[in-house]
């Protein structure tokens, strides 16, 4: 009798050790980083998404193809890109540090080049495009529209409407910017009650530049 119990108290022992064990194994987690990149060019694949299959949570690597997520041993995370067929990664059951890094290659859907081309019209509708294509003039593509747009009249025209260049403008906010300054903590001037302005004034009227601007 006392070795019956005793063979079941060393079951549950070890029952309890092992599943302890795995526990310990379930909750292990590893900080996945890496890039993913095209198989045929190696180039970054920006906003690629990383998604974890086993936990049903994921991320989307960023401008240059750069992802982090945390995973468990085991885990199935699949990489899905427009484009690209989807690839699959196990993390390995193996590891013994807390962090692991990857460079992940995806290979290029090549079945896309054969889908038949998708042509996107300006119309909302076919009562427009049938107004567009009778007011529409056959005889006016766009390399005779791009030389009217860069005809002599139109770069004058175009130039009179243009108050200054670049040079003129950073003067002119330099200029001001120093005005500022200069009456930092004082009343703004104004030239109504400066003598010398009003003076500039009356020479510029007698001589009559005034009258030819």
Same mark, same amino acid.
């Given at each position: 009798m006392r070795s019956l119990f005793i063979l079941a108290v060393s079951v549950v022992a070890c029952f309890s050790f092992s599943f302890a064990?795995?526990?310990? @194994? /379930? #909750?292990?987690?590893?900080?996945?980083?890496? +890039?993913?990149?095209?198989? @045929? /060019? #190696?180039?970054?694949?920006?906003?690629?998404? +990383?998604?974890?299959?086993?936990?049903g949570r994921g991320t989307i690597a960023d401008y240059f193809g750069f992802f982090s997520v945390v995973v468990q041993p085991g885990d199935t995370i699949l990489f899905r890109y427009f484009g690209h067929h989807e690839s699959s990664f196990i993390v390995p059951d193996t590891l013994t540090d807390d962090r692991y890094s990857m460079i992940h290659m995806m290979v290029k859907d090549t079945t896309l080049n054969y889908l038949p081309m998708v042509t996107?019209?300006?119309?909302?509708?076919?009562?427009d495009f049938a107004r567009a294509f009778i007011e529409m003039d056959p005889y006016d593509?766009?390399?005779?529209?791009?030389?009217?747009?860069?005809?002599?009249?139109?770069?004058?025209?175009?130039?009179?409407?243009?108050?200054?260049?670049?040079?003129?403008?950073?003067?002119?906010?330099?200029?001001?910017?120093?005005?500022?300054?200069?009456?930092?903590?004082?009343s703004p001037v104004n030239n109504l009650m400066n003598p010398f302005a009003w003076a500039s004034f009356l020479q510029a009227w007698r001589s009559g530049q005034l009258g030819k601007q």
């Open positions: 064990q795995k526990g310990g @194994d /379930s #909750l292990r987690l590893i900080q996945l980083s890496g +890039v993913v990149v095209s198989s @045929d /060019s #190696l180039e970054q694949m920006p906003y690629a998404t +990383v998604f974890d299959k086993t936990v996107v019209y300006p119309w909302p509708s076919r009562a593509d766009a390399f005779r529209q791009a030389q009217k747009k860069l005809s002599g009249e139109s770069l004058a025209f175009i130039a009179s409407k243009v108050g200054s260049d670049g040079s003129i403008s950073y003067g002119y906010a330099i200029n001001q910017q120093n005005t500022r300054l200069y009456t930092m903590g004082q």
